[in-house]
């Protein structure tokens, strides 16, 4: 395809191919064969196209829009062209801001975040050789996430559209996250997706259990399970701390499990039947089925009793001093000063929750008979995870993908990704929207 000029204000693009015909409907481009080959106008045209024989065909306008993204501890900016290419993608990490507390502090994380915007989006353009006026459109994350994280981006993002006089999109993060998944999926030879797609988004502050679905460029979701206390990557940093093996606490147990027996210590997560007492005196819906819902506050409370029983508080302790004279621990320094029952701790800690993320995910795709699953989101790194998911959905026939690593945790590329398709729909939002910490996801 190639652009051919500019007609009324539209580009104009000449699709070629031998032996084919187009014909042009409201948002919406069938691809046929014949013998023509016509210039159609595609400034909002659908992501995928299908043709007679099954085969799919990519048409799309080429916008360039950037993403900002600040909903916790991580400051990114990234350029994605048409929604499935990555031009930039920046992120500064705080992780050595908040590592000596053991956690996230958002006081702390605002004030990184008004560090580091400025240079992050600057680079971000550079890299993708583009400028605050060459790109089409600003997005940003508007919840959920700390308020004020998410307040220092959206502040900057009206700015520089009200500025540039471009449009502003406003992006749930945790749609940014299953776009992650599309993301690298629409790049991939085979980019065609079999619905109803099951998306498990699971990370430090989030686990939820989503039904996906995508009409005439509308993603919609429906939520099936969620956390009723602590996050699975919350439980993973919460026990990492408890063990004086630092922070972020998910990458290492996720590096010190494969040395442990994961079979050596019996830990059993909640197995939810009654409704979540938040939803009690609501009326019930059509969407009302089966839910999948997830609690870890339990076997991090039996982690902290078996470190009890066992009196491994003093050994905890001498750790945690000794890492903290480490600038930059490595896994062989974690390994050197962790013993074998601390080892097998982790593993049979990690092997719990895996299990159960897996379990019940599975259960739910039986339930709702799903076609596809996404597993996305910051946990989604973890080795254990990754592969006990394509062993067991394999099993089942189901096919599951993953984002890389690199985009598993928190990053501006998804955001903009998630942005492109509301940008074919000129969802715009005004100057006066705000952050929303607590903001769901339909």
């Not at 045209?45 to 916790?72: N, Q, R, W, Y």
């Not at 000596?100 to 994380?109: K, N, R």
């Amino acid at each position: 395809m190639r652009k051919v000029h500019d007609c009324g204000g539209r580009n104009l693009y000449h699709w070629e191919h031998r032996g084919t015909q187009g014909k042009a409907v409201p948002d919406l481009l069938i691809v046929r064969w014949t013998k023509n080959s016509l210039c159609f106008p595609v400034a909002s045209v659908l992501l995928v196209i299908k043709s007679f024989t099954g085969a799919i065909a990519i048409i799309m306008p080429d916008a360039h829009i950037l993403g900002i993204e600040s909903s916790c501890d991580e400051t990114g900016a990234a350029v994605v062209r048409s929604g499935q290419e990555i031009l930039s993608n920046v992120v500064a990490s705080q992780i050595a801001t908040h590592q000596p507390y053991g956690g996230v502090v958002p006081e702390l994380a605002s004030r990184e975040h008004l560090r580091a915007m400025v240079p992050v989006v600057r680079q971000a353009l550079a890299e993708a050789g583009q400028t605050y006026r060459s790109v089409d459109a600003i997005a940003v994350t508007q919840g959920p996430g700390l308020a004020g994280a998410l307040l220092v981006g959206i502040s900057f993002a009206k700015a520089l559209a009200f500025a540039l006089e471009k449009p502003l999109i406003a992006v749930n993060h945790l749609e940014g996250h299953i776009h992650a998944v599309l993301l690298e999926r629409r790049r991939s030879e085979d980019g065609e997706l079999d619905f109803l797609v099951l998306a498990l988004v699971v990370s430090g502050g989030h686990t939820h259990l989503y039904l996906a679905q995508l009409q005439e460029n509308l993603w919609t979701y429906r939520n099936i399970g969620h956390t009723r206390d602590d996050a699975a990557g919350e439980a993973f940093d919460k026990v990492a701390k408890l063990l004086g093996l630092g922070y972020p606490g998910g990458p290492i147990i996720d590096g010190l499990a494969a040395y442990g027996d994961p079979l050596a210590v019996k830990f059993q997560t909640s197995q939810i039947k009654h409704r979540d007492r938040r939803d009690h005196g609501q009326p019930p819906t059509e969407d009302d089925g089966p839910r999948f819902d997830f609690s870890y506050s339990g076997i991090k409370t039996a982690v902290l009793r078996y470190v009890e029983t066992e009196n491994l508080g003093v050994a905890i302790e001498a750790r945690r001093k000794a890492l903290a004279g480490i600038g930059k621990p490595t896994l062989e320094d974690y390994l050197r000063l962790s013993d074998r029952q601390i080892l097998d701790l982790v593993a049979s800690f990690q092997r719990s929750m895996v299990n159960d993320l897996v379990m019940k995910t599975l259960a739910a795709a039986r339930e709702y008979e799903v076609r596809t699953l996404f597993v996305s989101g910051g946990v989604a790194a973890n080795r254990e995870l990754r592969s006990t998911f394509e062993r067991e959905a394999g099993m089942q026939g189901l096919p599951v993908f993953f984002p890389s690593r690199a985009l598993s945790t928190d990053n501006a590329a998804m955001i903009a990704a998630a942005a492109f398709p509301k940008f074919l729909r000129r969802e715009f939002v005004a100057m006066d929207f705000s952050a929303e910490a607590g903001m769901a996801l339909r």
